[in-house]
């Protein structure tokens, strides 16, 4: 089956603009974390959700950033009033179990934003 | 807290053998190792749960000592498609999120 898809891959906004990144998971994952990445460094945990329950939100930096996950499946990260140093890659990641500590997650391609 | 790997980065030549650490200073219930080439996705390589758990897939292999919040990861006869970004991620058990190194970057020369 297909793996993780991002849309759209590439995003360049006006700062100040309200943006939403939407991730499809693998069929039938139950968990799905959203994860922000700078170049040259590692993942930075945002989000999750198992179904359609947010587990930990920990990870937003600010109000500006929310995610939902209403039905369980399809996801959307959204970034209001969006500010230069929001620019980044911003990933998701599927797994078929529920929790962090034992699942193997899979990464999609991500999404590159860049605010002018 | 952010877990610390080591070395930043290394250049090996095809064959030779490598290791990669990564630390934590909270307890861990789970380590979680990753390969990230150049624009493309993390990819799953192996977890290790708290008991001093040693993983292996076939060449690459790795331990958790969990009393010393340490993993290691082992790369015996490193073949040119082990080059990429490693990233260990830990887990303390509770619901909260995985937490990456900053990489350690591994260069495999023919």
């Known amino acids: 089956g297909a793996g993780v898809s991002q849309s759209p891959r590439y995003k360049v906004t006006k700062r100040g603009q309200d943006v939403a990144l939407r991730c499809d998971p693998i069929?039938?994952?139950?968990?799905l974390y959203w994860y922000r990445q700078a170049l040259g460094q590692g993942p930075e945990f945002l989000t999750y959700?198992?179904?359609?329950?947010?587990?930990?939100k920990s990870g937003l930096p600010n109000d500006r950033f929310s995610a939902e996950r209403p039905e369980g499946s399809i996801s959307t990260l959204t970034i209001q009033r969006t500010e230069q140093r929001d620019s980044a890659m911003y990933r998701c990641?599927?797994?078929?179990?529920?929790?962090?500590?034992?699942?193997?997650?899979?990464f999609g391609p991500g999404t590159r934003l860049t605010v002018l | 807290q952010q877990p610390v790997q080591s070395p930043q980065a290394v250049i090996l030549r095809e064959g030779e053998d490598a290791v990669i650490n990564c630390s934590s200073s909270?307890?861990?219930?789970?380590v979680h190792w990753y390969r990230q080439k150049h624009g493309e996705a993390p990819v799953f390589l192996m977890i290790?749960?708290?008991?001093?758990e040693q993983k292996g897939h076939e060449k690459i292999s790795a331990s958790f000592n969990e009393k010393k919040q340490q993993s290691s990861l082992y790369l015996t006869a490193s073949q040119l498609s082990y080059s990429g970004t490693y990233f260990c991620?830990?887990?303390?058990?509770?619901?909260?999120?995985?937490?990456f190194g900053k990489g350690t970057h591994l260069i495999i020369q023919p």
């Open positions: 290790l749960l708290k008991g001093g």
């Open positions: 990641a599927s797994s078929s179990r529920q929790g962090i500590a034992y699942n193997e997650q899979f």
């Open positions: 069929s039938g994952h139950v968990s």
């Open positions: 909270k307890a861990l219930y789970s």
């Open positions: 991620g830990t887990a303390g058990g509770g619901a909260d999120g995985l937490t």
């Open positions: 959700f198992n179904y359609e329950a947010q587990q930990d």
